[in-house]
């Protein structure tokens, strides 16, 4: 890959080796686990995540289709759940061994009637059932109409059956949360009942793992755990941070009181100030929201606040107490703490922060 933009993602493998394993600690060896890369591998890049897991873990969860194609292309074998496929790609998850989730009776249907034109036996598709979140999945009502297409066909074979806690993170939600798992499991009993064989089963996402891990049925789906973040500090305590943010000063300025800096004059210096130029902007994944000091890189070991408005392709920090120079390395963010002092600042939260890293930073695993 050549990308000459200097601003750039590690990602420590280390640091999510010691994840999976914190997490494989809170479960039964029998537990598969599922590691979510979607969106990039959270904004790191789900190839690089996807190779260096590849025998650590069972599976391999994605949103869409290309994505898990990335993965089949850079040679990851591992079975690939996609959570949220699109009819349009059918053929394309077929042909990669992409194993889709049906999640309504369109799907379901269009899936079959492929299944049945290419000729496939016992294709291995995951059932999604809604049981509170009311994002995707059947419902329980659907159930008699589901086992009477699905027995009909030998095309498919239903590998697993999943729900989606909608406030596994909420202990003030618990009573929800353990409704939603109670009527997964009542739902699974009729299915097992009527299917003729025992699809496995998973329902736990990270926070889910944290706080139900009675829940852990088969499999779990471990997403932004692996990336470093808990459902609290104290969780998060326990876990490493992978996304290391790293960028370098391109050029210094001195300016007078009076002077300013940036688009719209946004930062007025009321004394001699020193700036530095940094090449990352909101096109890189830096909320515009972030300047005017309500955002921070390092320097040096310490704080220089964003000044001004975040252009597109660079942003500038107030570097007056610092002592520093032209390529000098910028730390954006090494450290959970950072990721969400960021986050916070910008109104979002660690999941927003790390998938905005856009893809014209270059990715490496260290
Ligand atoms: C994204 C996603 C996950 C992972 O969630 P985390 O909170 O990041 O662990 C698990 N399951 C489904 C269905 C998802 O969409």
Same mark, same amino acid.
């Given at each position: 890959m050549t990308n000459n933009h200097v601003t750039v993602l590690e990602i420590d493998s280390k640091a999510l080796e010691h994840n999976l394993n914190y997490f494989k600690k809170k479960l039964n060896a029998s537990t598969k686990i599922l590691a979510v890369v979607k969106a990039f591998g959270y904004g790191s890049d789900g190839v690089l995540v996807g190779d260096f897991l590849k025998d650590k873990v069972d599976y391999f969860g994605v949103a869409y289709a290309q994505e898990g194609i990335a993965l089949r292309e850079a040679g990851i074998e591992n079975p690939i759940l996609v959570l949220h496929p699109q009819i349009v790609n059918f053929n394309d998850i077929i042909d990669y061994k992409l194993e889709p989730t049906l999640y309504n009776f369109k799907t379901l249907e269009a899936f079959l009637q492929l299944a049945d034109e290419r000729l496939l036996m016992n294709y291995p598709v995951h059932l999604n059932f809604n049981? &509170? %979140?009311?994002?995707l999945g059947f419902w329980h009502s659907d159930l008699e109409l589901i086992i009477a297409k699905l027995k009909e066909s030998k095309h498919v074979k239903v590998e697993s059956i999943f729900s989606h806690l909608a406030? $596994? =993170?909420? %202990? =003030? =939600?618990k009573e929800f949360s353990i409704n939603q798992i109670n009527n997964f499991a009542y739902i699974v009993k009729q299915i097992y009942e009527t299917l003729g064989y025992e699809p496995f089963l998973h329902m736990l996402n990270t926070s889910g793992v944290i706080n139900y891990s009675k829940a852990q049925f088969d499999m779990v789906r471990v997403g932004i755990g692996l990336y470093g973040f808990g459902n609290d500090d104290a969780e998060t305590a326990q876990l490493k941070n992978t996304h290391n943010l790293y960028s370098v000063i391109s050029q210094i300025h001195l300016i007078e009181p009076g002077e300013t800096v940036g688009y719209n004059r946004a930062f007025v210096a009321k004394a001699p100030t020193k700036t530095a130029t940094v090449p990352i902007g909101h096109a890189d994944g830096?909320?515009? $929201? %972030? &300047?005017n000091k309500k955002g921070y890189v390092l320097v040096g070991g310490q704080k220089a606040p964003i000044i001004g408005n975040v252009c597109m392709d660079m942003m500038m920090i107030d570097v007056t107490k610092i002592d520093c120079k032209e390529g000098d390395q910028v730390i954006v963010f090494n450290s959970q703490q950072m990721i969400e002092d960021m986050a916070y600042a910008s109104e979002t939260i660690p999941y927003e922060t790390l998938t905005a890293i856009s893809s014209r930073v270059k990715k490496m695993l260290k």
């Open positions: 049981t &509170g %979140l009311n994002r406030a $596994s =993170e909420d %202990l =003030e =939600e830096i909320p515009r $929201s %972030l &300047g």
